[in-house]
């Protein structure tokens, strides 16, 4: 195992309501002016907008608010957000939703208080201080309600990057199982997808003999295997939303991630689809993941079988490993069709022809040397190949 | 699932050497003037403590020291702790050893900012202020490096009781598994046994569906049957002490526990026997584990057969579940006997004829009604059952 350091000091408040503790929270977390930063219509239709503001008025928080994030946020309302926060003295920002609104209140909270450009921080640069953030989470999915990352689009350009730093971590994450229980079958299943693809992520690594944390992931996977056919069929079974929803936080905080070397070629070969196309980034990932697991699976064959056997429940073929490997995605891919998720290009609504430009925004956009390193390093040809068994 | 908080803001430094860095940590963490508590001559022989005082002077943090701590710690030391920082104007309680320096140190910090007697937080007072604590852990087995919790002997009436509070988690924690390398073997397997009574006290619930825990619980079950042979056989393995020290902190900080009731009787019963005997809590706990689980199981069948089939392989029997459920407490008795530890009173060093005193302190000491709570509540005649089955 390699050495690490985990620090995980978000404070979850789980269940039923929790909602409601919205204003003692964020008076415990130092907050005195608050910007609630919010997506679409849905917060407001079901009407948590209005309990999260009647709960900072019980405590005689000032707030104003930011709406409008859309699903792969976008760096113009980090912007506004940024002018805003500073022009009204905010200090502290609080999401109201899901993954992009989670990181886009991170994109502000750091770049309030930060002389340069924000975009800094997702060309390389750590963050180091950051204005408080607390969550209200409204989805299962990104994990960003207990991690110290934010994925954001420039919109020059249109791609895709990260940013990370312990200071965006926010402060407290209200996980109430019940808001998720009215997101569409298809939302929903996108948000399972991104939950498996965080652990697997994480479970493909060239570190050797970390059993601990390959088991954590395991019994992650397991968890999201049983709980989400279910949920696709019962949008409104609480306890499958909750194990989804603690899942989603454990997948993502990275303490089954310690002390490995970690993959995240599927994420990065996936943000150029939802930065192009504007799909789901779970939808991209359901597409992504089997094709770029096909593709590296010679590099540690008994790897992906462990995982197949595991996981999967497949007999192991001893004497051909590579055939439990392979029936191992086949089965994920199966899953995540079953939940409704696509399976190729077409269905994502990618095209064929826009893969060299793909390829060159992966690879070369952003300063990048033409490789994207991770379980395997993978160049231009090798991302070239992998897109198109997607196709 | 249940409504819970969870927070877990102690900072893990783990590795190598991650030792030296105890100075600037005390420093990070807000200390200026250190106790360094400890047990007895190992971490002396084997120069830990002249590096962790190096450490500190490299800082220029003065310190004074308190050593001394035994296994099952006792409370006339946390007073002498708590008169002596006080004298000393300690504004940091550095504990380097096991759980039982860690939660004599957890004592001493919530004793010596409190006007009362410390010994009204083990009597069911929360502890809500406490100087700050930082450990370095030389054996994997309590988890109190990152736990809230503190289990302390009162030496007038020999009873073991504990006290909660997220104000002694500990700041920071070092766990070095190289550290742990040199423990003889009956001490590891005490220490293993400690962490699977951990994840069985929090396997066995009444809480329905609560199926991201019970996989996370039976993924650290599986990495301790996997990690204990190995590192009995080769006390050396770095990988197998790294991977049962990271599974040791994940079975106690709760983030498997969350959402659901717990058991804790396996506990409750055993600390009577290593009050009484000074045994190692751990070899106590494996004399107890399978007599509790035995008595218990026909409260939930079912629970014990998943519990069998998952993380001891059993083959399910859909036509007998009780003998599937009996079988899986078999080979976990199996499994701690094989380690090396003890699987009845007179191998423990306890006696048939200490029965009802055992039984009369366990269920009427310290103010209890009759009963101890659980999985299962247990009255006086179900818990002299239960001691006569570890005869």
């Known amino acids: ?114 002389d340069g450009d924000f975009w800094d921080f997702y060309s390389g640069k750590r963050i ?36 990370s730093g312990d200071a965006i971590r926010p402060k407290f994450s209200i996980l109430n199982p019940a808001l998720t229980q009215t997101l569409p079958p298809y939302q929903t299943a996108a948000g399972i997808t991104d939950i498996l693809a965080h652990l ?80 789901a980034h779970g939808a991209g990932l359901a597409v992504t993941m089997p094709a770029v697991f096909r593709y590296v699976m010679d590099h540690d064959v008994m790897r992906f079988a462990q995982l197949a056997v595991r996981v999967w429940g497949c007999q192991m073929d001893f004497a051909h490993p590579e055939k439990t490997a392979a029936a191992g995605i086949d089965a994920l891919q199966w899953f995540l069709v079953s939940l409704g998720m696509p399976a190729n290009f077409e269905e994502l609504g990618a095209k064929e022809e826009d893969i060299p430009e793909l390829v060159r925004v992966l690879c070369r956009g952003d300063g990048r040397d033409g490789t994207i390193s991770g379980f395997v390093t993978l160049d231009e040809e090798d991302c070239t190949e992998i897109y198109k068994m997607m196709v």
Chains 1, 2 share one sequence.
């Not at 110290?148 to 020059?156: A, C, G, K, N, R």
């Not at 493909?204 to 019994?219: A, M, Y």
């Not at 070969?269 to 930065?275: M, Q, R, V, Y």
Request: hydrophobic share 35%; aromatic share 8%; with cysteine.
């Open 1 to 114: 195992m390699e050495n690490f350091n985990f620090y995980s000091p978000t404070f979850f408040a789980f269940g039923k309501d929790r909602e409601l503790e919205t204003g003692s929270l964020v008076k415990r977390f130092g907050g005195s002016k608050v910007l609630i930063h919010y997506g679409g219509g849905s917060v407001v239709r079901s009407g948590l907008l209005d309990r999260v503001k009647a709960s900072l008025e019980k405590e005689e928080l000032p707030y104003i608010v930011l709406g409008g994030v859309r699903p792969n946020p976008r760096s113009g309302l980090v912007y506004e957000g940024i002018e805003l926060c500073r022009r009204e003295k905010v200090d502290f920002i609080l999401a109201v939703g899901g993954g992009s609104v989670i990181d886009s209140s991170k994109a502000i909270a750091a770049g309030t208080i930060y």
């Open 128 to 163: 180091e201080e950051a204005l408080p953030v607390g969550t209200i989470l409204t989805i299962a999915a990104a994990g960003s309600e207990g991690s110290p990352d934010s994925v954001i689009t420039l919109e020059d350009g249109m791609f895709k990057r990260g940013a």
């Open 200 to 279: 697997h992520e994480r479970y493909l690594t060239n570190t050797k003999e970390v059993e601990v944390t390959d088991r954590l992931i395991e019994g992650l996977m397991l968890t999201m295997i049983h709980e989400g056919p279910r949920v696709i069929a019962d949008p409104d079974c609480y306890e499958a939303r909750a194990n989804i929803m603690w899942a989603g936080m454990m997948a993502h905080n990275n303490s089954c991630g310690v002390g490995r070397s970690q993959d995240w070629n599927s994420h990065n070969i996936e943000h150029e689809l939802s930065a192009m196309y504007d799909c």
